[in-house]
């Protein structure tokens, strides 16, 4: 039998949205365990782009990655660019964040080897470690983008344009959890 334990958080604001999502799953038969991973991320999708929010998003989530591992950013990072990337349009949604999925003790098609030198989260308690601390940084890395760009006046051509980049991020998610392979 197969269990999905999933926390979903989004915010949503006239300006941008911002995604995170943990979620652990096992299988298991008559009380053991024959299968389990991790997976989640977050991403940040606003209607326009300002540097500094790009920056203090992404330094907050590498300073988590980095915490566990120093290629689990880049890894990741990388994932969730491709993940989020609209291939109708040619171009990314959002300014990205991280994504991953399938992170358990065995070997990971984007990681080195739980065996090699270079550090990775292995064991359940490590990875829920990891899930934790980047669930930890969601508020940090997003409220302060949402205090200082709330209350920006917008004109009816940008209120337009804010309207479009939703409708485009909520066909991206539909067109993503619908069809389309996450690995």
Sequence with gaps: ????????????TEGAWSRRESRWTSYD??????AWWFGGGCDLTPSYLYEEDAVHFHSLLKTACDKHGPQLYPTFKRWCDEYFFLTHRGESRGIGGVFFDDLNEGPH????SPASE?????SQEEIFAFVKELGDTFIPSYIPILERRHNLPYTPLERRWQLLRRADTLNSIWF???GRSSV
């Design 109 to 112: 098609l984007r990681l080195p």
């Design 29 to 34: 038969s008559e009380a053991k365990v024959l």
């Design 118 to 122: 270079v550090k990775r989260p292995v």
């Design 1 to 12: 039998m197969g269990r999905d334990v999933g926390d979903r958080r989004g915010v949503a």
């Design 176 to 178: 993503t959890t619908e």
